[in-house]
């Protein structure tokens, strides 16, 4: 990966502090025990997907966490070592990123394990059985059960990592212009093959918030035709309310981490 990533002339030639990220984001960095409940979101081929398996693996997949295929983590020490060798120059830079993403990954992987574990309790007696299809026949002011309210808050969490620089691009490319925001969404919309019902459209169409629109480009825009996404995204087209609490979580672990950074 060294060979490949920095020092083969037809590589990306990262510089070694990208490396060391890069080899983060592969999992190689994470200590080999196991994360307790991570093990949940694991099923053999055999299996049929359940609520938190399909539905933890498709946000791990939107936050970037491949991390959890990795079949052979070495640990921190190791991959620090090894990049000791190749970077002598750059060691120190390495080993602060090493240590300081490996930690952060782990946290947000432990997350997810307790989340999934709250999960598996809930899910036999909850209306949400892991096919997405209780957003689509939410109604405003329906209390939201235990696993959607998990659910949401879990993805308002793997949004909140990719929120800004996500929102940022669309302003690079549409600037605050709502209306062009409106056409690109109706042809995503269009080109994933989702039907949605003329009440859907009508608030669609009167939405002004670029927040709002930005949020809905971003579910329209995952590659993934799994019946759970599906419905989730046609749930989220259907109902302004879950836009409206989806949001609220992005926002609030993004102010959560501003606070953490000025504290």
Excluded at 63 to 69: D, E, H, P, T, Y
Excluded at 179 to 199: D, F, S
Excluded at 201 to 229: C, G, R, S, V, Y
Aim: proline content about 4%; overall charge negative; hydrophobic content about 40%.
């Amino acid at each position: 990966m060294i060979q490949a990533g920095s020092l083969h002339d037809a590589g990306p030639r990262w510089t070694p502090a990208q490396l060391a990220s890069a080899l983060v984001s592969t999992g190689l960095t994470r200590e080999p025990e196991p994360i307790d409940g991570l093990d949940r979101l694991d099923r053999p081929d055999s299996v049929p997907s359940s609520v938190y398996s399909q539905f933890g693996n498709a946000f791990l997949d939107m936050a970037g966490l491949s991390a959890r295929n990795c079949r052979y983590p070495l640990g921190a020490d190791a991959v620090i070592a090894c990049l000791r060798q190749h970077f002598p120059d750059d060691a120190e830079t390495c080993a602060q990123i090493i240590e300081r993403e490996t930690a952060a990954l782990t946290q947000d992987l432990r997350g997810l394990g307790q989340w999934a574990e709250r999960t598996t309790r809930a899910s036999e007696r909850d209306v949400e059985t892991g096919d997405g299809e209780s957003f689509v026949r939410y109604r405003p002011g329906d209390v939201l059960s235990i696993v959607q309210e998990a659910m949401l808050s879990q993805l308002g969490t793997a949004i909140s990592s990719t929120w800004a620089s996500w929102r940022a691009q669309l302003d690079d490319a549409m600037q605050s212009d709502v209306q062009k925001r409106h056409r690109r969404l109706i042809e995503m919309i269009n080109g994933a093959g989702i039907t949605l019902t003329e009440r859907a459209w009508a608030w669609i169409d009167a939405e002004e918030d670029p927040a709002m629109l930005d949020l809905l480009l971003l579910l329209m825009a995952k590659d993934d035709n799994t019946l759970f996404l599906a419905n989730l995204r046609r749930g989220f087209g259907e109902h302004r309310d879950l836009c409206l609490i989806l949001l609220g979580y992005i926002n609030g672990r993004e102010s959560e981490s501003e606070f953490e950074h000025s504290s």
